[in-house]
């Protein structure tokens, strides 16, 4: 009698012992699928970024509208534009009608692609290393990188935050040698805003669009 | 019979502990299912009204708001200088450099300018040494003796590519930020560019510090620097131009990197 009664205690720890082991392995992978830390975010976009830029069917010039579409939407996936937009322009984001911000999102999103897409089509078998991610709070990380160019380390840190939406990590800044991209322009448009106004700093704004294309003419010309 | 339904005790407990830690490591589905319905609740598409200039994530977080920067009396003055200095890039100094590239290769360059970093190292190792940064004065005593000896005089970097000892950069603006001392106003110095009160100050108690000062006299020293910086910039050609193309106001934009990155710096 009391060996039967151990018996079933015994059967009912093993079973108990399964069905927690199940349900919290369970739970793990469902989790580590649904919710890959920010450094697998970053490191997926380096590495999927890297792959089209190394990609031989797309490096001929007629590819080139192409391969920057793939790359603009690869970064667009990680980085938004509204939430970066207004990062940037902090409280004085209370200056801008709606039209206004449209186009400054406009602007600064081409600002943005003709400077820095330009320097990434550049890329000539750099290595970038990932380190750490480092948690700033419960929802904001930085994944600190490096590029390696001619025996240099130049580090590169994403910034990342958990969007409340979908608990996705979505990046809010760049911090290249230091220097934050989101805290420097806040400086410059602080600047204007402050001295000037809107229509003054969308104005710098679309002369600036003018002149990079301009540059880019004429670098695509020499080549 | 007694020791196993211990053992099964046991078990049930370990069951219980792993399955416990298993979801302390993993807790988040469960906070990211309870924020959903809120947030879904905050943002409905009323976007007529003032609502869009708050983002979905980005609700005025107060210390990131405010504007981080450098103080900036002397703008005008410091503007002028700004220019000056970039006339001087680009129709002087870039020329030289571009000059110097052709009789000098790459490889002359970066031993020149090694060269200059190890004769530097007094400066380095008395800066960490006054900040109570030991490891970094030993570091700096290391790499000194193996540059000089191994790297042929300091031509060489072969501590840091033999063994992996990095340069400790401590400058005495520093020494004074880590002991709490501000940036005092922005300065632009003409032919030296951004600095502050407080980093322009810590570079002249430098220049106490750097043996060479004391051998050569004011003419043979300007000599000396302006080689070393014509060096140094011929190694970086560009960098200044494509950091300027990033800005839509050059000189704002450096002067907020020049803040960063000191702060950094002094943080470290």
Known sequence: MRAYKLLGLKRLAVSLLLVFFFASFGSWLVLAKVDPTPKKVIENLVNQVLEVLKDPNL?????????????????????????ISRRVLGRYIRRFNKEQFQRFKELFSKMLESIYLSRIENYSGEKVIFEDQRMLSPTKAAVLTKIVKDGQEIPVEYRLIKRKKDGKWIGYDVVIEGVSLVKNYRSQFYQVLKKKGVDELLAMMEQKVKNLSKQADIKSKNS | MKKQTHSSICIVLLAFTFFFLMNLLYPVDSMALQDQPSVAGTTSDNSDNEDWILGEDYLYEEAEEGLEDISDPLEPVNRVFYHFNDKLYFWFIKPVCKGYNKVMPETARKGIRSFFSNVYTPVRAANCLLQGKLTGFWREIARF????TAGGLGFRDAALEDYKVSKSTEDFGQTLGHYGLGFGPYLVIPFIGPSSLRDAAGSVADSFMYPPNYFMDTWESMGRTAFRKINDVSLRLGEYESFKETAIDPYVSIRQAYYQYRLKQVKK
């Open chain 1, 59 to 83: 490096k001929s010039p007629d590819k080139r509208e192409l391969r920057r579409e793939k790359l603009r939407s690869l970064v667009s996936q990680i980085f938004d534009l509204d939430d």
């Open chain 2, 145 to 148: 003796i193996i540059n000089t």
